[in-house]
């Protein structure tokens, strides 16, 4: 059995938000007393949460580069959060520029799909137990016991005992994180990903990759990995206001070095983390760099702007993009910011 560890829950808590579109909560069935979440023409859905942050707290300037070097498109890499407050975040005016005048939109999958109807299926297909297992079948009786004593709590956070009977343990434990986040006031509904695809009109989108991908990254994860993340959450459930704080604070002010400490805390104390770590970001990383060097050496492009929304942590720490990017010889820079107090 893997080691519990406080920390590990941070480093999941942290792919979760900052690695990883999430997508899940249209399709789920769960629906936590906040947010009420509908959809929007666009596909998007929208919320009404209580407002967690102050007009000060809503202001960010997250990780925001510029990579050229090539012979086609120059990118604008932008690190994202997949969560935000009601009245979403207030983002530096070369950020807003970036988003308002680039020529393509590159997000990590293409948010226009993701409609109630196909999510749905896909949770049914990926992140439900077959016929005749029930989650206690599948995790270790100390998890099992977690569930029964927190029941009043799941319930409370919009996963009752007949709904979660039949959830995978990851998919129990991404959906409790959504609730968690839920309740300090924050939604995918508001993520910096929603504000982009807002922008989009008539210019051409790229999705990085597909939900089914994403969803199955997860579902390939081993029993025993998959029972830990359960786990910790369960564990942690008091601690969690504190970790969504630690994290957003890092992630609106820029603090990439925060950022990377907090994708790979507990790693020395579980080892088992490296591997999950390596597959939400090392591996799809590289594969994204195939992709986004294409953009960039294309001569037919030459001139173009392409703005490059994904999850902040996949631009900081080892095999970033920013890293990966730079290795293959292409310019990578910072984009200057204003700073307001934060």
Same mark, same amino acid.
């Given at each position: ?8 829950? #941070? ?17 789920? /069935? ?14 998007? =859905?929208?919320?009404?949460? =209580? ?6 707290? $809503? @202001?960010?300037?997250? =990780? ?37 005048? &680039?020529?393509?939109? #590159? ?15 896909? $949770? ?19 998890? &099992? ?46 993520? !910096? ?54 994290? !957003? ?56 702007? !392409?703005?490059?929304?994904? /999850?902040?942590?996949?631009? !900081? ?24 107090? @934060?």
């Amino acid at each position: 059995m893997l080691q519990s560890n406080r920390a590990s829950v #941070a480093m999941l808590a942290a792919l979760i938000a900052l690695g990883l579109s999430s997508g899940l909560s249209s399709g789920c /069935g769960h629906s936590p007393e906040a947010p009420h979440e509908t959809r929007t023409e666009t596909g998007a =859905p929208s919320a009404s949460a =209580p407002a967690a942050a102050s007009a000060a707290d $809503v @202001r960010a300037t997250p =990780p925001f580069y510029r990579v050229a070097g090539g012979r086609g498109a120059t990118l604008l890499l932008l690190g994202t959060i997949h969560l935000g407050p009601e009245q979403g975040w207030t983002l530096s005016p070369a950020v807003e520029s970036g988003i308002a005048t &680039a020529d393509q939109i #590159a997000l990590e999958v293409d948010l226009r799909l993701a409609t109630e109807d196909a999510v749905s299926t896909l $949770v049914a297909e990926v992140a439900l137990l077959g016929p005749g297992q029930q989650i206690s079948d599948v995790v270790a009786p100390e998890t &099992a016991k977690l569930l029964e004593e927190e029941d009043e709590t799941l319930t409370r956070l919009g996963v009752p005992p007949g709904m979660r009977k039949r959830m995978k343990p990851w998919f129990m434990a991404t959906v409790l994180g959504e609730s968690i986040y839920a309740e300090v006031g924050l939604s995918s509904a508001s993520a !910096v990903e929603y504000h982009v695809l807002e922008s989009l009109g008539a210019r051409p989108l790229i999705g990085l990759e597909t939900f089914e991908e994403q969803l199955r990254i997860f579902d390939s994860l081993s029993p025993e990995f998959q029972d830990l993340m359960l786990r910790e959450t369960l564990l942690h459930l008091d601690e969690a206001r504190t970790m969504v704080e630690e994290l !957003v604070h890092a992630w609106r002010t820029g603090d990439e070095a925060e950022l990377a400490r907090l994708a790979r805390e507990g790693i020395d104390e579980l080892p088992e983390l490296d591997g999950f770590y390596d597959i939400v970001l090392g591996d799809r990383n590289r594969n994204w760099v195939g992709q986004l060097s294409r953009l960039l050496d294309d001569r037919e492009q030459a001139g173009d702007e !392409v703005l490059v929304a994904v /999850g902040a942590l996949h631009l !900081v720490g080892r095999d970033s993009l920013v890293e990966l990017l730079r290795e293959a010889g292409y310019r990578v820079e910072k984009v200057p910011q204003q700073v307001a107090d @934060r």
